[in-house]
């Protein structure tokens, strides 16, 4: 383990962590497809909010690949996964008095989905 | 993990208030204790999300009675004790120590 003498906090820090993964990954999702956000409880860290839990929603947008933080959580490395903006209705996921106008975007990475 | 930090549709915590012109830290220790995080985390030994995953596993009552900071305080002891930088008996000394001496 190298040591970490306090003239080298300065350039650590500045190089932090990087998220973003350049590599090339086909996408299993599109703009406009249907997915549905599994039904998962994992023990470890997770970005999938237990509300959107098995609900339904649709890719608004592809952000690109990036470190998928389930996994980085886990201690599991740098896998490389596309994170989508999907768009959920807030009756889907808050019920009939929810307001029909409204809706949740929720960034989740390809393993928290599966085509609807 | 289905713990305390996923408020999501959790009622009864009360209105969102946020501070006019509130500070980034409220004290002292806050500081240090994001600096040490960021120290500690400049080794390399653990990534952003392990970093987050260590504070989730507050047992959800202390993690809803407590503050941010105390969140960070909480999950880099966890981190620096399972990666072998100090044993739990150091830190526990430690405070112990300080808490005699204040």
């Not at chain 2, 915590?13 to 002292?28: C, K, Q, R, T, Y």
Request: hydrophobic share 40%; proline share 7%; glycine share 10%.
């Amino acid at each position: 383990m190298p040591l970490l003498t306090a003239d080298r906090v300065a350039a650590a820090l500045r190089r932090g962590d990087g998220f973003r993964m350049d590599v090339d990954l086909p996408p299993r999702f599109t703009p406009g497809d249907r997915v549905r956000a599994r039904n998962i409880h994992p023990l470890g860290h997770t970005r999938l909010p237990r509300y959107a839990r098995g609900r339904t929603g649709v890719i608004d947008r592809d952000h690109g690949v990036f470190v998928f933080a389930d996994a980085s959580g886990a201690g599991l490395g740098k896998i490389p996964q596309h994170v989508y903006s999907v768009r959920f209705a807030a009756r889907e996921l808050w019920g009939p008095e929810a307001s029909a106008r409204d809706s949740i975007y929720i960034d989740l990475w390809d393993d928290h989905l599966d085509p609807a | 993990m289905n713990g305390a930090h996923d408020l999501g549709g959790m009622h009864g915590l009360g209105p969102i208030d946020p501070e006019p012109d509130e500070p980034v830290f409220h004290a002292a220790w806050e500081r240090r204790v994001f600096a040490l995080n960021l120290a500690m985390g400049a080794w390399g030994q653990w990534s952003i999300d392990m970093g987050r995953y260590a504070r989730e596993q507050m047992p959800p009552a202390e993690y809803l009675a407590t503050s941010y900071y105390e969140h960070w305080l909480f999950g880099l002891e966890r981190l620096v004790v399972e990666h072998g930088f100090l044993t739990r008996e150091e830190i526990e000394a430690r405070v112990a120590a300080l808490r005699c001496r204040s």
